[in-house]
């Protein structure tokens, strides 16, 4: 019986293998840029012959230029640094709620060049102020735009649904921007784009899974597992304001999550629960501690029904509170949930307060928009 045997796998064609090494220096230079050819030398293990040549070509396609030289002397070739051509196109992130929208513009390593309160209603009026921030900002044109909203994002088309009421000048910003802008122009759900942001910049630099629970005026919650955003079959995964809690006096219905766990934890209701404990002040100013021991103790018990539930379908490891609601409460009223948590479920879950709070989503966009625009200018 002849034994089997695995197939050889072909070689790389020149112009593959250039690619690669193109590829591999530009995230090098993005990550711990700008370096010198001997720099790069040493991080790619390429000889000196190919890096001359991946310097040459991706200076010539306008993607790396000299910044500066480094060394003692300060001069020969050997000096020079490079960088990536950071103006080669601009960006832009938007934070769209139900009542505002904000906009930054950033160069394509994603540093911010300019933020804006965009015009709600017509959807011209605040693509025409998105096109002047950017032009303000630059020569450059924008490239690619990031809109972080409200509702589900289908992940198969992109598009945006309304599943709570959302305005229609809500809806119809996201099709102008998408039929007006001379840009790529993608929506992610926002609370998708706080998990990246969380787990890129903040609380959960360290963590493969997680679940990030979004407390705001609404609520939601987006699922990381092994180190990949889960959205789910239609973009609906992390829908927790519809689950079904006790405590609500109702259900839940397929376009009203007022008997849902929303109904324990939104802004609203922790208002109505602050008040309820003779505090009058803002959510925020509750949560943060100034309604007292009582109101918190029994906000972590409300919070702690949802993380429950995230820990018993996913077991995630920890669940990240986010939000205005999250960095105002602080490890302060994570630790009380954990407490509360560890009473109701057997699987070992962390509770860790964000670090970067409402401006999330903002960041997320901004990381999302850089990607995707180095995708397509990096070769992939």
Known sequence: ?????????????????????????????????????????????????????????????????????????????????????????????????????????????????????????????????????????????????????????????????????????????????QRTLPATVAVENETNLAALAEQRLGAARDLDSFVLLWLGAGVGAAVVLDGRLRRGASGGAGEIGFLPVPGTGGLPSAADCAGGFHALVGRDAVTALAHEHGFQGTAEQAVAGAAGETFLEALAERLALGAAAAAALLDPGCVVLAGELGRAGGPALAARVADRLAKLTPVPTEIRATTLGDPAVLAGARLAAREAAQAVLFGG
Do not use: C, F
Request: glycine share 8%.
């Open 1 to 177: 019986m002849t034994e089997a045997t695995a197939p050889v796998p072909s070689p790389a064609s020149p112009s593959t293998a250039r690619a690669i090494n193109d590829r591999l220096a530009l995230h090098l230079l993005q990550d711990a840029g700008p370096l010198t050819a001997t720099q790069l030398k040493t991080r790619t293990g390429l000889s000196r012959p190919s890096v001359a040549d991946l310097v040459d070509r991706l200076t010539e396609a306008g993607l790396i230029e000299v910044v500066g030289e480094s060394g003692e002397q300060r001069r020969g070739p050997n000096a020079k640094l490079y960088g990536i051509v950071a103006r080669r196109a601009h960006l832009a992130a938007l934070d769209v709620r139900t009542d505002r929208v904000t906009a930054v513009v950033t160069d394509l390593l994603g540093h911010p060049l300019a933020e804006a309160a965009l015009p709600v209603g017509a959807p011209e009026d605040a693509v025409a102020a998105l096109l002047r921030t950017a032009h303000e900002a630059g020569a450059a044109p924008l490239h690619t735009v990031v809109v972080g909203a409200p509702g589900l994002v289908t992940p198969a088309t992109g598009e945006l649904r309304d599943t709570i009421g959302l305005p229609a000048w809500h809806r119809d910003l996201v099709t102008g921007l």
